[in-house]
């Protein structure tokens, strides 16, 4: 199950200052979305606003329309909590609880919502997620060890096996490899494409290789100045877009004739 | 291309002093400063070690200059000053452990342990200070039975809940002014309160509980706030992003993390109180039998033990001393506990 993804003419705010304006575009299900852009202008900030995580920021608001499901999520009486259930998220850098072991990590979602489960559904879970997450091999035989004895590249997959083991719909994740080798990147790329057949995925990336290697459609973000808002300039399939995109923008950027 | 600068020099080879020299050379400084000692009046002990200091900070410097050059020489100075620190801070504290425990051990009994004040008095033999355990435990439990809750709930609401604005700089403030009470205007501030709720006939641990609670909270309060604040945002992010509602996050993402430093700091502020004698004199007063119920009677507390037979003289000083000494026991117990919640809790890094 996976779902897709309507946003309209969303603006972000943080306080008074509007951060992204007048974003549109259609996340599709079962698909890789990448946004790219230079640093500042607005992706990952658009990016936390799709499962309601802009918000944990003081003063932070949003405006605008992102509808899955028939249902805005922005809508009166929306449950953000609820949001994030269905909609969950990788970030920059791997964030495993320090105070868990590998396998509580990925039973965090369950367990930290104080949910019970049986200890054959519990191991069942744990090896589900890891292995959808490319781990298991690697950490089946030191479960009990804790999350963070694992090397940064391991520490991001538990962190992706975290998010899965919830069964989200939708998947973001916020430049999931900057902080990776390319072997480990590699690693993750190769979940990204096993994934999508069940899940949505909307990643941000400074890496173009990687939006034109990993992703479907691709988004690019260009801000006009600072303190200006950024702005979603161009959306199509990504072959489209690095081969013949129709904005000049897109193109210098792409090409790296940018600024 | 060309050069832009000289071709690199070698790498300097400098002379070091061998290993051994500091020592050989501090051995000789103490034989010279027990001579100055012995020139500037007579041989004393304290006289030739602070001569023998001053005159080692004075050799390996120069020495240090000399044979290895400045650079090494500033590094041998700092080096001696912070071990002379250390050494000098080392000095209080030792010889309080060493003074407590020769004259505490006097009295110190396991009869001690569980005897109390009853039929004693003055230069009597026996005696002991199991009612002013039992008080010091019932008063400081209660006390920390509040200010605990309270003040870990306190930090978490100006940590995670309270918005940036007059009302949390207030708290802040107000908290900060707190932790600055004298412990006595606490006491008198508990026992007119209790004169107004209860009348001025009562007397009780409770009220005694009150004052050491009020002095205890803000440091509860300080210590929570600075651990909570440790606690990086990417965790409660992470929790967050699982759907976890914020309640959930706070008490099993942020507290469970934090909760080694948390507990450090309510042994602080335990520490804080359990030795405070101004205000319990002024609230629960001495006795000299047992009381189980804080609600009801006076009590007798460590400190306030301790204070009364000092104030006896005689015979009654050994008591003092030895009273002194279980309350060293105590507070040290208490350390011990929270060393091993700490180290129970604490997050498991890589190592």
New interface residues.
């Given amino acids: 199950m996976s779902k897709r993804i309507d946003v309209s003419d969303l603006n972000v705010y943080y306080s008074d200052f509007l951060a992204v304006e007048g974003v549109s575009m259609v996340i599709e299900a079962r698909s890789i979305t990448a946004l790219i852009g230079p640093s500042g202008c607005g992706k990952s900030t658009f990016l936390r606003t799709l499962n309601r995580m802009h918000e944990v920021i003081p003063g932070a608001r949003v405006e605008g329309k992102a509808v899955m499901d028939g249902q805005d999520l922005y809508g009166k009486g929306v449950d953000p909590v609820e949001v994030r259930r269905q909609i969950g998220m990788v970030f920059q850098r791997p964030n495993p609880f320090p105070t868990m072991s590998i396998a509580d990590n990925v039973l965090a979602g369950v367990k930290l919502n104080n949910r019970r489960l049986s200890k054959s559904g519990a191991s069942e879970t744990i090896e589900r997620a890891l292995t959808g997450a490319n781990l298991w091999n690697e950490v089946k035989d030191r479960l009990e060890r804790p999350g963070s004895s694992l090397s940064g590249g391991q520490q991001q997959r538990l962190c992706i096996a975290r998010a899965i083991a919830v069964e989200p719909q939708v998947l973001l994740m916020d430049e999931p490899c900057s902080a990776l080798d390319p072997i480990s990147t590699l690693a993750i790329e190769d979940l990204m494409n096993e994934l999508k057949d069940a899940y949505t995925i909307v990643i941000v990336t400074h890496n173009m290789q990687q939006a034109a290697r990993v992703s479907d459609r691709t988004g690019f973000f260009n801000i006009a100045g600072t303190g200006k808002p950024g702005h979603l300039i161009e959306m199509d399939d990504t072959a489209t877009m690095f081969s013949s995109p129709s904005e000049k923008a897109t193109e210098d950027y792409i090409s790296g004739r940018f600024g | 291309m060309t050069a832009l600068s000289a071709p690199p020099k070698p790498i300097r080879t400098t002379r070091r002093l061998p290993t051994y020299a500091p020592w050989a050379i501090l051995v000789g400084s103490l034989l010279v400063g027990a001579l100055l000692s012995l020139l500037t009046g007579e041989l004393t002990l304290t006289g030739a070690i602070l001569f023998g200091a001053l005159v080692y900070v004075v050799a390996i410097t120069i020495t240090s200059v000399v044979v290895e050059g400045k650079r090494w020489a500033k590094d041998r100075v700092a080096t001696t000053l912070v071990t002379f620190a250390f050494l000098v801070a080392m000095i209080p504290l030792v010889s309080l452990v060493v003074l407590v425990l020769t004259n505490g051990l006097e009295r110190f009994s396991w009869a001690f342990l569980n005897d109390d004040m009853v039929g004693v008095y003055g230069s009597d033999p026996g005696g002991g200070v199991y009612h002013a355990i039992i008080g010091t435990v019932l008063i400081t439990g209660l006390a920390s039975l509040v200010a605990i809750p309270l003040g870990i709930m306190t930090a978490v609401y100006l940590v995670e809940y309270a918005?940036?604005g007059p009302l949390r700089r207030a708290i802040t403030i107000l908290v900060d002014v707190m932790t600055g009470i004298p412990s006595i205007v606490a006491g008198l501030f508990a026992a007119t309160l209790f004169v107004v709720v209860a009348g001025p006939q009562y007397k009780a641990g409770v009220i005694g509980a009150t004052a050491l609670a009020l002095l205890m909270t803000p440091v509860v309060v300080r210590s929570c706030e600075e651990m909570l604040r440790l606690v990086?945002n990417?965790?409660?992010?992470?929790?967050?992003?699982?759907?976890?509602?914020k309640w959930?996050?706070v008490v099993?993402?942020v507290l469970?993390?934090a909760v080694a430093g948390i507990t450090t700091g309510v042994m602080i502020s335990i520490a804080r109180v359990i030795g405070e004698t101004a205000p319990l004199l002024i609230t629960v007063g001495i006795v000299a039998n047992v009381n189980w119920n804080v609600f009801d009677g006076r009590m007798t507390t460590l400190p306030v033990f301790v204070y009364r037979q000092y104030a006896q003289g005689g015979a009654s000083v050994d008591r003092a001393w030895a009273g002194a000494l279980t309350l060293i026991l105590i507070v040290m117990l208490l350390n011990l506990v929270a060393r091993l919640v700490s180290r129970f809790?604490s997050?498991?890094?890589?190592r």
């Fill in positions: 918005k940036p990086p990417e965790l409660r992010e992470a929790s967050y992003a699982l759907g976890v509602p959930l996050t099993k993402v469970r993390t809790f997050p498991k890094g890589a």
